[in-house]
């Protein structure tokens, strides 16, 4: 009997789901299918059967928004409120892969420049790269995976996915939409295993791709024993930072702020972590800040009151406890919050001038926790901001058209949200962390073009 991965909800410990778990040699097996489909070209799902799949398979899960968003909001801990814009999102994700499918073309070769290239066309066309491999993470439970499999399915890649052992429920659910959409079941294949036997399915040479979403720890340890010839999309976390200059609007940011600080408890990869506020409105910023995360309401995710919910296990609790401590005895003042709430929640913390070197400062804190530094001189708080490994996104808020511009091309980041919170985000745009934050490119058509090789072809004719 395969063992059994039991999964329980992270804000009151209940029992959600029983799932059978792959073992080493029933997740190779997976493997070996969707490599002898990637092998033959004749197998391929013509592309306009592959298009009509993903519209029907938005169709459904656009029926079943509510009853999906209950679920992830279930096993994931995001408020019902927030999981419903989740899925709103993934139809809207699933559609785009099917109407950005044909921006997948290639380009004409000149030829004729030279002696040796006369009589010749060359032109090149996109092919699927082969089999994809998807591990992916808790906190967008279902959009995530339709990030990672939905643009496999779209290419033609078979694609084997291996969603986080805490939030399995969204990822089965996707994969069995697909499936009733008409996708046969071999092109799309769930794996619920260990993290060894993940790395099995990610080290093989069989595997053309891997796609990963989650800690850079992990994801650089798997990237370094992957086989030779295997291409990677990761995608870890950064501290992102906010340039509130003294001319921005404050009013007008304050909510902008709070949200991308607050949303899902903070466990999101682009959460406003770092505020550095110019010392003439700092006092006002932090003001404003602490009596909106003051209002917000804890607690249940299925409430739909419920704006901030639980981290998603008890571990997590500790650790962000501790880095507030460690933040506070170091001369960080906390302005509100630095407590729990439970065992499973954390109140939301606004901490005003932490040092530099502690943990809430240099590191991810993944958790509901913002952080508020006074500055004099913006260069040095942007040389203060750049001063971490992560560069992802990033936000500078101001009125003046040249402070914004020069802020945006001096901040170590992959994109720069001018008079917006770092935690924007559609599913049509580049998505992408540069230096420890991750390595390619995120978003349906980029992730396509990730999956995907250019085949060039020279034809050779008198005639020509």
Same mark, same amino acid.
């Given at each position: 009997?395969?063992?059994?991965?039991?999964?329980?909800?992270?804000?009151?410990?209940?029992?959600?789901?029983?799932?059978? @778990? +792959?073992?080493?040699?029933?997740?190779?097996?997976?493997?070996?299918?969707?490599?002898? /489909?990637?092998?033959?070209?004749?197998?391929?799902?013509?592309?306009?059967?592959?298009?009509?799949?993903?519209?029907?398979?938005?169709?459904?899960?656009?029926?079943?928004?509510?009853?999906?968003?209950?679920?992830?909001?279930?096993?994931?801990?995001?408020?019902?409120? +927030?999981?419903?814009?989740?899925?709103?999102?993934?139809?809207?994700?699933?559609? *785009?892969?099917?109407?950005?499918?044909?921006?997948?073309?290639?380009?004409?070769?000149? @030829?004729?420049?030279?002696?040796?290239?006369?009589?010749?066309?060359?032109?090149?066309?996109?092919?699927?790269?082969?089999?994809?491999?998807?591990?992916?993470?808790?906190?967008?439970?279902?959009?995530?995976?339709?990030?990672?499999?939905?643009?496999?399915?779209?290419?033609?890649?078979?694609?084997?996915?291996?969603?986080?052992?805490?939030?399995?429920?969204?990822?089965?659910?996707?994969?069995?939409?697909?499936?009733?959409?008409?996708?046969?079941?071999?092109?799309?294949?769930?794996?619920?295993?260990?993290?060894?036997?993940? *790395?099995?399915?990610?080290?093989?040479?069989?595997?053309?791709?891997?796609?990963?979403?989650?800690?850079?720890?992990?994801?650089?340890?798997?990237?370094?024993?992957?086989?030779?010839?295997?291409?990677?999309?990761?995608?870890?976390?950064?501290? #992102?930072?906010?340039?509130? +200059?003294?001319?921005?609007?404050?009013?007008?940011?304050?909510?902008?702020?709070?949200?991308?600080?607050?949303?899902?408890?903070?466990?999101?990869?682009?959460?406003?972590?770092?505020?550095?506020?110019?010392?003439?409105?700092?006092?006002?910023?932090?003001?404003?800040?602490?009596?909106? #995360?003051?209002?917000?309401?804890?607690?249940?995710?299925?409430?739909?009151?419920? *704006?901030?919910?639980? /981290?998603?296990?008890? #571990?997590?609790?500790?650790?962000?406890? *501790?880095?507030?401590?460690?933040?506070?005895?170091?001369?960080?003042?906390? /302005?509100?919050?630095?407590?729990?709430?439970?065992? $499973?929640?954390?109140?939301?913390?606004?901490?005003?001038?932490?040092?530099?070197?502690?943990?809430?400062?240099?590191?991810?804190?993944?958790?509901?926790?913002?952080?508020?530094?006074?500055?004099? +001189?913006?260069?040095?708080?942007?040389?203060?901001?750049?001063?971490?490994?992560?560069?992802?996104?990033?936000?500078?808020?101001?009125?003046?058209?040249?402070?914004?511009?020069? $802020?945006?091309?001096?901040?170590?980041?992959? #994109?720069?949200?001018?008079?917006?919170?770092?935690?924007?985000?559609?599913?049509?745009?580049?998505?992408?962390?540069?230096?420890?934050?991750?390595?390619?490119?995120?978003?349906?058509?980029?992730?396509?073009?990730?999956?995907?090789?250019?085949? @060039?072809?020279?034809?050779?004719?008198?005639?020509?």
């Amino acid at each position: 009997m395969p063992e059994k991965l039991k999964v329980y909800s992270p804000y009151d410990g209940s029992l959600i789901s029983e799932l059978d @778990m +792959d073992d080493e040699e029933s997740a190779l097996k997976k493997l070996e299918v969707a490599y002898n /489909l990637a092998s033959k070209p004749d197998n391929l799902i013509p592309l306009p059967r592959r298009i009509e799949i993903l519209e029907k398979a938005a169709d459904i899960v656009e029926e079943r928004m509510e009853d999906y968003a209950k679920q992830s909001a279930n096993e994931g801990g995001k408020p019902l409120m +927030d999981s419903r814009i989740e899925l709103a999102r993934a139809v809207q994700g699933i559609r *785009e892969a099917a109407r950005s499918v044909n921006h997948l073309i290639g380009r004409e070769i000149p @030829m004729g420049l030279t002696t040796s290239s006369l009589n010749r066309k060359a032109f090149t066309f996109r092919e699927p790269i082969g089999v994809v491999v998807a591990v992916s993470a808790f906190n967008h439970p279902f959009n995530l995976i339709v990030h990672q499999v939905v643009p496999a399915v779209a290419v033609g890649c078979p694609v084997i996915v291996k969603p986080a052992r805490s939030t399995p429920n969204s990822c089965v659910n996707l994969v069995n939409v697909l499936h009733e959409a008409g996708l046969p079941k071999e092109w799309c294949q769930t794996s619920i295993c260990t993290g060894k036997v993940a *790395e099995k399915l990610v080290t093989d040479p069989k595997t053309s791709f891997f796609s990963f979403i989650g800690s850079g720890k992990v994801g650089w340890g798997l990237r370094s024993k992957v086989a030779p010839g295997t291409r990677c999309g990761l995608e870890h976390g950064g501290a #992102a930072p906010v340039i509130f +200059d003294k001319d921005a609007d404050v009013e007008d940011a304050l909510p902008l702020l709070a949200k991308g600080g607050f949303y899902h408890a903070g466990q999101v990869c682009v959460s406003v972590q770092r505020i550095y506020a110019h010392e003439d409105v700092a006092t006002q910023l932090t003001d404003g800040l602490v009596k909106l #995360a003051e209002k917000m309401q804890v607690g249940d995710p299925l409430d739909d009151k419920t *704006e901030v919910g639980p /981290l998603i296990d008890k #571990a997590e609790v500790e650790r962000v406890h *501790e880095w507030v401590q460690e933040a506070e005895k170091a001369g960080g003042k906390i /302005l509100t919050g630095g407590k729990k709430i439970g065992e $499973t929640c954390y109140a939301p913390t606004v901490i005003l001038n932490p040092p530099d070197s502690v943990k809430v400062s240099c590191s991810e804190i993944f958790g509901p926790v913002v952080l508020v530094y006074t500055y004099k +001189d913006r260069q040095e708080a942007i040389d203060r901001a750049n001063n971490v490994p992560f560069s992802f996104q990033a936000a500078v808020f101001t009125k003046n058209i040249d402070t914004a511009w020069d $802020t945006v091309s001096r901040l170590n980041a992959a #994109a720069v949200m001018v008079n917006d919170h770092t935690a924007f985000r559609v599913d049509w745009m580049p998505f992408a962390g540069h230096k420890a934050s991750g390595l390619g490119v995120g978003g349906m058509v980029y992730t396509m073009e990730e999956m995907t090789e250019e085949k @060039m072809v020279v034809f050779r004719s008198s005639a020509l």
